[in-house]
């Protein structure tokens, strides 16, 4: 009998300590899932970001950080044109994509995406879903292509992306575009074509040959998402990816460095800038925002810079950075194009 009832006793025991065990793991997986995910800010307030890049990765594996549709399809409101030519880089066809609203009553501000990639990958299409999103509320937008670097080296990229606003601007009228008020957005390598663009207007030596020589190549606004700003900087003129996109180390050709710096054209005329840029950042480091932030100070640039802690490079793909950051390009849109 008292060996029936140590038995019992112990098989009690079990049962409870395994009931202790569950709900303690039912709070752990709580509670780490609270932590992981991603929650919008308050306000104007930035979306809460992680302590690491390890575990933006848990979260997006366990289904805490959504990311946006890339693939999001075209709605009956919004016409689509895609492959147009818009000029030559050399022997090569350049080509963008349009997003057309079809009530436009009047001319709308156009807004042009430049995708990034290091400058030798990415696609045009890799911004589609901000085209849709910005189509839907008024905007004639585009996406455009350029030439990567194993077709040709800097300065080839902002000559295209030049050559495509030349386009832009020359055909405005014929999609209900208003060729006065153009801005250009990027992220990565696009964001720095983006501010070469932005920033550059008076140097024609970076304008190309691509098409509408007679046409200003000005634009009205630039939005700079996580860009390189500074090549000359001692991590910049170390890495692989600019050393390939010049074509020459540091060493060999420093003047091409700062040439391809859009610090280097940062003046008092230059277009009003808006930067956004994550504290975890691992490619692109926050610093290079921060450096554009303090040219733009004082040369006396109108901007706006929001840094983000907890968040990476390419942020803007998780849905709740994506929402925060069309938000605050919207207000700056309206603030810097006028009204659509």
């Known amino acids: 009998?008292?060996?029936?009832a140590r038995h019992s006793r112990f098989a009690r025991s079990l049962k409870v300590s395994g009931i202790g065990v569950f709900v303690w793991l039912v709070v752990v997986l709580v509670t780490v899932r609270t932590m992981l995910h991603a929650y919008p800010g308050e306000g104007n307030e930035p979306p809460a970001g992680y302590p690491s890049t390890q575990l933006i990765k848990l979260a997006f594996v366990t289904g805490?950080?959504?990311?946006?549709?890339?693939?999001?399809?075209?709605?009956?409101?919004?016409?689509?044109?895609?492959?147009i030519e818009y000029g030559k880089g050399g022997e090569s066809s350049l080509k963008l994509d349009l997003y057309l609203p079809k009530d436009l009553k009047a001319p709308a501000p156009i807004l042009m995406f430049v995708h990034g990639g290091g400058w030798s990958k990415g696609k045009r299409g890799d911004y589609r879903y901000y085209c849709v999103k910005f189509a839907e509320q008024g905007y004639v937008v585009a996406t455009i292509s350029y030439r990567l670097r194993d077709v040709a080296l800097f300065p080839a990229a902002?000559?295209?992306t030049k050559c495509a606003v030349r386009w832009m601007r020359a055909n405005a009228a014929k999609f209900d575009g208003d060729s006065d008020r153009i801005a250009m957005i990027g992220g990565s390598a696009g964001?720095?074509?983006a501010m070469m663009t932005g920033y550059s207007a008076d140097d024609t030596a970076l304008e190309g040959t691509g098409g509408n020589p007679d046409v200003s190549?000005?634009?009205?606004?630039?939005?700079n998402l996580y860009g390189p700003v500074d090549m000359t900087t001692e991590y910049a003129r170390n890495h692989e990816l600019i050393i390939s996109y010049l074509g020459k180390s540091y060493a060999e050709a420093p003047d091409l460095y700062e040439r391809c710096s859009p610090l280097h054209y940062v003046s008092a005329d230059d277009s009003p800038t808006l930067i956004f840029h994550g504290s975890l950042d691992e490619l692109v480091?926050?610093?290079q925002a921060e450096r554009l932030d303090e040219a733009l100070e004082k040369a006396g640039v109108e901007h706006e810079f929001y840094p983000l802690k907890g968040w990476p490079h390419t942020m803007d793909a998780a849905q709740v950075?994506?929402?925060?950051?069309m938000a605050r390009m919207l207000d700056f849109f309206e603030?810097?194009?006028g009204a659509n």
């Open 158 to 160: 902002v000559e295209d």
């Open 335 to 337: 603030k810097h194009l």
């Open 217 to 223: 190549s000005r634009v009205q606004a630039v939005v």
């Open 64 to 83: 805490q950080l959504k990311l946006v549709d890339v693939d999001l399809a075209v709605p009956d409101s919004i016409e689509f044109r895609e492959g």
């Open 1 to 4: 009998m008292e060996e029936q």
């Open 191 to 193: 964001g720095h074509l």
């Open 321 to 325: 950075v994506n929402d925060y950051c």
């Open 285 to 287: 480091p926050i610093s």
